[in-house]
């Protein structure tokens, strides 16, 4: 479970994200969604314990981020944008590498990543220098490292970005897969990837956010398209107004 609670982050005169709060169940898959620039990224990072915020409160699975960072990197599978790949390494030897970052012990790691290649598909490839692989199987082993301690939270910042319609689909079968006994936060800018995949929609604009909700409520009489574009276009002062009428 996520808890965010009045979370801002300043660089100097600039918010980049201001008084952001929104909840993820257990087993729950929450799409993020928002302009480029919204603040999805930055509210991530910190949920992870990647940035620091400026005020706020946010807690995993019931521990501060703030003040219980070590026990919340231990509770999260994170997987950025751009895969913290190392191009010269071979998959097994990259997610031993990650393993170990992650704390794991040594008798632990063999069967982990045994786990993590199977569930990502990635049997074919195992010798593969990661520099070699495809977009797509570079993808998976991003989610394999993001999965390899078998977190019970995961964060998947754009996790289907420049692959192909084959290629979105296979990730977003296995997202589903994870969201049975996981809690999963999705950022992605495709909307038919967020009804394909998420149970619940919470929508950032400006740093604020401007909307969340149960997706099977949110589009019950209207397409996603029109409460995303409704959701981004109101003022923050009709933030209120905006959820009542959903």
């Not at 501060?64 to 895969?83: A, H, K, M, T, W």
């Not at 593969?128 to 977190?151: E, F, M, N, T, W």
């Not at 990837?193 to 997706?215: A, D």
């Amino acid at each position: 479970m996520i808890e965010v609670a009045n979370l801002s982050k300043r660089y100097g005169d600039r918010a980049a994200i201001r008084d952001v709060s929104f909840t993820a169940q257990t087993g729950q898959i929450l799409g993020f969604l928002g302009p480029n620039g919204a603040g999805k990224t930055t509210t991530m990072r910190i949920i992870t314990g990647f940035m620091p915020a400026t005020s706020g409160t946010v807690r995993v699975e019931g521990f501060d981020v703030f003040e219980q960072s070590s026990e919340v990197r231990r509770c999260i599978g994170y997987l950025p944008e751009n895969p913290p790949l190392y191009n010269d390494m071979a998959v097994v030897p990259y997610l031993r590498f990650a393993a170990k970052l992650k704390g794991m012990s040594r008798s632990a790691i063999g069967d982990a990543i045994e786990r993590v290649v199977q569930t990502c598909a990635l049997t074919d490839v195992t010798r593969r220098l990661l520099g070699h692989l495809s977009k797509g199987y570079r993808q998976r082993v991003g989610l394999a490292q993001a999965l390899i301690h078998d977190p019970p939270v995961l964060i998947l910042d754009e996790p289907t970005i420049g692959l192909d319609p084959r290629q979105i689909m296979e990730i977003q079968d296995l997202i589903k897969s994870f969201g049975t006994k996981r809690t999963v936060v999705l950022s992605t800018h495709i909307l038919a990837q967020v009804l394909e995949v998420c149970e619940k929609v919470v929508i950032i604009n400006e740093g604020r956010i401007v909307l969340e909700g149960v997706l099977e409520q949110l589009t019950r009489n209207r397409k996603l398209d029109d409460v995303y574009l409704q959701a981004i276009s109101a003022r923050v002062a009709d933030v209120e107004l905006l959820e009542a009428d959903t």
